[in-house]
């Protein structure tokens, strides 16, 4: 069963820096893309980045410049790496990526579990 997990998050004051990794499952064949999203308190869930297979990137307005996502294909993670942060970026964030589990299996999309990233003012 393929599993995805998040890690990163934390308490950091507004201007500080995180860096959020998901790892996928030891067995899958490969993480193919990823998404980023995050679910502020109250709000909906939001897209603020994303990676495709060939390494292309999109960004929300809201992250531009700020927000940087990349994947390593060989560890089979992806990674956002956040700079500038502010209050308004304080929300649960998820991984969505788009695996191989196997070589007998479609690729699907998988969520992780989410971290939490409170920014403090």
């Known amino acids: 069963q393929v599993q995805l997990v998040e890690s990163g998050g934390g308490l950091v004051q507004a201007g500080g820096s995180l860096r959020l990794s998901c790892a996928a499952s030891?067995?899958?064949?490969?993480?193919?893309?990823a998404n980023w999203y995050r679910q502020a308190p109250g709000k909906q869930r939001e897209f603020i980045a994303g990676i495709t297979t060939d390494q292309s990137t999109v960004y929300a307005e809201s992250v531009k410049g700020r927000f940087t996502v990349s994947r390593d294909n060989a560890k089979n993670m992806a990674y956002l790496q956040m700079i500038g942060l502010k209050p308004e970026d304080t929300a649960v964030y998820y991984c969505?990526?788009?695996?191989?589990?196997?070589?007998?299996?479609?690729?699907?999309?998988?969520w992780g579990q989410g971290t939490q990233v409170t920014v403090s003012s």
């Open positions: 030891e067995s899958v064949v490969s993480l193919n893309a």
């Open positions: 969505n990526a788009h695996i191989t589990p196997d070589r007998l299996t479609f690729p699907q999309w998988y």
